[in-house]
Structures are given as structure tokens and as C-alpha cells.
């Protein structure tokens, strides 16, 4: 297995939400990605790249014109990106035509910060992935792994699911 440097994007979403308490509104604070990875003890290469700190629903095609871009100007060929579940197959089929790169797209349905959060398990499930998926774009979510451009979020459900 290679040992290829992963590149970790954030943008935000539930992911690295925060709330006060119970009558405030939530803010998408500095992102919790790193202390994620030191906790699990990846010792696999990686770099984080804090991108933006936005809802999902909040991103723009310009936003993800940027996530693009940044991709494409990055020397790592694999890449995770953290974001918000709402319009993940959006920035997913925009991503669609980017080749020669593993892009592994996750994020949460309970923030990080929550004992009970899926934002580790999910961060770990795309890390397995992006080194072991061909070139393409995949969302992790859950314990699955889906091609990026064949999955919805069934909100009713709570989950992913293939279309």
C-alpha cells in the first residue's frame, strides 16, 4: 500500500459544527481535523487545508469552483474532503471530470464535537478509501463507500443511499 500523501480540505458543515446551548444558533467553528487525526495516531503523511467554514447549503458554485481549484493545484493525488452532507453530490459532480485523483468526499450527521458523532468513523473510512479507491470521486459516509455520482442523502432515513 502506498504510503502518498493525503490532502484533507475542509469546508465546514455539521463536521466541525458548534453549539452553545440549547437556544443558540450553531457556528461552523475552526475545524477539529487535526485533533481527529492525533487522537487516532494516523501516521499516514497528510496535509490540511482549512478551505472555508460554510454550511452546505450556505456553498456557491464559486465555493466550489475554489474546492476545485485548489484541488487541481495540489501535488497530493489523493484527497478527502470534509463537507457538509446537504450538498455533498453537488460539489461531488462538480469534482466528477478532475483526473488522475482520488477524491473522497465525508461528513457528519452529528458534529464532531458530540460524544456520539459519526465525524471519526467517517473521517477514517475516507482516509482507507482514498488510498485504496482508483482515481475518481467517492463519498464515505456511514460504513459505505459510494461512487460519488450515484448515491443520494435519503434525510427521512438519516443516510446514503445508492440511486
Known amino acids: 500500500m502506498s504510503l502518498a500523501p493525503i490532502l484533507v480540505v475542509t469546508t465546514g458543515g455539521t463536521f466541525d459544527k458548534q453549539y452553545f446551548d440549547a437556544l443558540s444558533e450553531y457556528k ?3 475545524t477539529v481535523i487535526d ?3 492525533a487522537i487516532a495516531r494516523v501516521a499516514h503523511p497528510f ?3 482549512e478551505l472555508m467554514r460554510k454550511d ?4 456557491t458554485d464559486t465555493d466550489r469552483a475554489l474546492i476545485r481549484a485548489t484541488i487541481d493545484a495540489a501535488p497530493e493525488t489523493r484527497v478527502v474532503i470534509t463537507h457538509g452532507t446537504d450538498t455533498m453530490t453537488h ?3 462538480a469534482l466528477a471530470d478532475v483526473t488522475g485523483k482520488t477524491i473522497v468526499l465525508t461528513g457528519a450527521l452529528a458534529p464532531a464535537r458530540f460524544a456520539e458523532s459519526d465525524a471519526p468513523f467517517n473521517l477514517g473510512m475516507a482516509f482507507a478509501c482514498c488510498q485504496s479507491a482508483p482515481a ?7 460504513g459505505s463507500v459510494f461512487d460519488a455520482l450515484k448515491v443520494r442523502k435519503d434525510r427521512e432515513a438519516g443516510k446514503f443511499v445508492e440511486i
Do not use: F, P, Q, Y
Open 28 to 30: 461552523i467553528g475552526e
Open 35 to 37: 485533533k481527529l487525526l
Open 47 to 49: 496535509r490540511v487545508v
Open 56 to 59: 452546505s447549503l450556505d456553498l
Open 91 to 93: 460539489t461531488a459532480a
Open 136 to 142: 475518481g470521486v467517492w463519498i464515505t459516509m456511514s
